[in-house]
């Protein structure tokens, strides 16, 4: 749901009544994870999506029941062979999904507000409702900071809160949204309720190194991907706002010394564009002793045999170098920078989400898949 935080901050502004379908659950080959999320508000407007298009209408229908009747609900969806007309996802998975009425009578609606400013803040903060439990908890919410602290009630024990509050917390420290199972009095032990935590998290971060045509491609896709993108060059001519208008930063200082004193987790990605060893070399000699998500180097074949002698002599060990994608970026033929911050953005695509890169024509590979804890791929 925090995905729609701009627009639902709007309507909550104008008083707007509405409800959200929120994706609580999938199974198989489901096109949106935990947190998609669907509004309607009261003269039929909608906005955001849970299923790219399958379910669309019945769960329209749906919010427009619970604006009605001023319950929540929970509907699974998913594909029938027996009867292909009936509602479902053609790809052949299952959601599972929240419907919640946020009006002016609704318990929710004094969690929901805050919890969508946050998020347009870029505060780190986690949304717990109840997914799945007694009709009358359905939906209720609490809004945890990064702190600790919290707002709002899930209508149970006292106990409940505070143990919904510690899960809360755990997933956002994790930067993760899913569903946890707790006991209804607050104990540690699951069954009862589920509960779908969903974490708002300051964008990952995109590091550009190099100030290059091929950068400023990367940086319009980086944002488009949803990165919060510096572009970083030692030479200011270059590293300059106006050639960089997609960049969130634009800074001007040696590589190796900016990516030392900048903060970084494990969802950074960054991409070395100078191919000039007297950067390269100590930029990628710092960067890949850090716990990120994606370090690669642009440059060709006989650049790339070059910096990995370099980057040997100076101390850099087997197990940091096979972290280095080099020549960065996909085989796709690139050619302008375009095409090249295209291939770029897919490769860093394929390793976040543990994809090959091939053609799914033909493949027999699974189309949906996301990375467990620790590394593993879950394929749907």
């Not at 009747?69 to 009867?83: A, I, K, M, N, P």
């Not at 009936?86 to 009006?103: A, F, R």
């Not at 950074?268 to 564009?273: E, S």
Request: with cysteine; net charge negative.
């Amino acid at each position: 749901m925090l995905d729609l935080a701009g627009q639902l901050d709007q309507w909550i502004e104008e008083g707007r009544e509405f409800a959200v379908a929120t994706v609580v659950a999938v199974g198989g080959s489901a096109p949106r994870g935990p947190g998609a999320a669907l509004a309607v508000d009261t003269a039929g407007s909608v906005i955001g999506s849970v299923s790219g298009g399958c379910v669309e209408g019945a769960v329209y229908e749906l919010c427009r029941q619970a604006l009605d009747t001023g319950q929540s609900l929970v509907e699974r969806f998913g594909y029938s062979d027996e009867d292909a007309f009936v509602v479902g996802l053609t790809c052949g998975g299952t959601i599972e999904v929240l419907i919640t009425p946020v009006s002016a009578r609704a318990p929710a609606r004094a969690v929901l507000g805050p919890a969508v400013s946050s998020a347009l803040r870029g505060e780190p903060s986690a949304l717990v409702r109840v997914a799945r439990g007694p009709a009358q908890l359905l939906g209720r919410a609490l809004l945890v900071r990064a702190d600790g602290t919290y707002e709002g009630g899930l209508g149970g024990h006292a106990d409940l809160d505070r143990n919904a509050a510690a899960e809360g917390r755990a997933l956002l420290d994790a930067g993760r949204t899913g569903t946890v199972d707790v006991s209804a009095d607050g104990s540690g032990c699951p069954g009862g309720l589920t509960l779908l935590v969903e974490s708002s998290v300051p964008p990952p971060r995109m590091i550009v190194f190099g100030a290059i045509d091929f950068a400023s491609a990367l940086a319009r896709a980086g944002k488009f991907l949803g990165y919060h993108v510096t572009v970083c060059d030692a030479r200011p001519v270059f590293a300059t706002r106006a050639r960089f208008p997609d960049a969130d930063e634009v800074v001007v200082d040696w590589p190796h010394r900016y990516l030392r004193r900048t903060t970084t987790d494990a969802r950074t990605v960054l991409c070395v564009l100078t191919h000039d060893p007297k950067f390269d070399v100590p930029l990628l000699r710092t960067a890949l002793a850090l716990p990120v998500s994606f370090v690669g180097a642009m440059g060709s074949r006989r650049t790339h045999e070059d910096r990995d002698r370099r980057l040997r002599d100076e101390g850099v060990s087997e197990r940091e170098l096979a972290r280095l994608r080099s020549p960065i970026g996909l085989d796709l033929g690139a050619r302008t920078p375009e095409e090249t911050a295209l291939s770029i953005a897919a490769e860093i695509v394929a390793a976040r989400r543990g994809g090959t890169g091939a053609p799914l024509t033909g493949s027999g590979t699974p189309i949906h898949r996301d990375r467990e804890p620790g590394g593993a791929t879950a394929a749907a």
